[in-house]
T-cell receptor, first 116, second 114 residues
Framework: GAGVSQSPSNKVTEKGKDVELRCDPI?????LYWYRQSLGQGLEFLIY????????KSGLPSDRFSAERTGGSVSTLTIQRTQQEDSAVYLC??????????????FGDGTRLSIL | AQTVTQSQPEMSVQEAETVTLSCTYD???????LFWYKQPPSRQMILVIR??????QNATENRFSVNFQKAAKSFSLKISDSQLGDAAMYFC???????????FGKGITLSVRP
């Protein structure tokens, strides 16, 4: 597709369950980012992948959160043992380059995660 | 680390009028970029305009322009001839050259009155 694709669009799960969120970036984009947007708040950085370099995990809020990017393309964000405070919209973005570039980040429509 | 502050939670403008959305930022880096993103109810973040800190000239994109005051660390967005489709949340964001992540403000909800 032409844009960043995220799935599922919405996810409702019970507290304590694990969830996986998927992001398919724009073809050719080497940089991929995950952000979290809590209700009424701005976006909070979670993790950043650039090519084959080690990811910047400095924004992950706890060790329950992890992410991987296979083959330099699709990324999966995993939240283990979900808590109610994990409820938010999770947005993925991609760009042509990472550090030192003024290339803008293009965002997907996000996954709305609701923890019961 | 950088911070971005949007102190106005909501604003309203009459259709066809002009509105200015405020943003201030703080960073110790000399190489950075500033952005305004629009987020309609569809949730997708749409880039409105961007400004490189080393450029003195204010960026413009059709009806959208910025007032970049580097010394004051201010980066406001002006929307001219407001349209109903401009109604959305607007986020100001900063990215330094050394770190590709975006730091966002809390956003402002803009409503447009017909």
């Amino acid at each position: 597709g032409a844009g960043v694709s995220q799935s599922p669009s919405n996810k409702v799960t019970e507290k304590g369950k694990d969830v996986e969120l998927r992001c398919d970036p724009i073809s050719g984009h080497t940089a991929l980012y995950w952000y979290r947007q809590s209700l009424g708040q701005g976006l909070e950085f979670l993790i950043y992948f650039q090519g084959n370099s080690a990811p910047d995990k400095s924004g992950l809020p706890s060790d329950r959160f992890s992410a991987e990017r296979t083959g330099g393309s699709v990324s999966t964000l995993t939240i283990q043992r979900t808590q109610q405070e994990d409820s938010a919209v999770y947005l993925c973005a991609s760009s042509l380059k990472g550090v030192g570039s003024n290339q803008p980040q293009h965002f997907g429509d996000g996954t709305r995660l609701s923890i019961l | 680390a950088q911070t971005v502050t949007q102190s106005q939670p909501e604003m309203s403008v009459q259709e066809a009028e002009t509105v200015t959305l405020s943003c201030t930022y703080d960073t110790s880096e000399s190489d950075y970029y500033l952005f305004w993103y629009k987020q309609p109810p569809s949730r997708q973040m749409i880039l409105v305009i961007r400004q490189e800190a080393y450029k003195q000239q204010n960026a413009t994109e059709n009806r959208f322009s910025v007032n970049f005051q580097k010394a004051a660390k201010s980066f406001s967005l002006k929307i001219s001839d407001s349209q109903l489709g401009d109604a959305a949340m607007y986020f100001c964001a900063c990215r330094t050259g050394a770190n590709s992540k975006l730091t966002f403000g809390k956003g402002i909800t803009l409503s447009v009155r017909p």
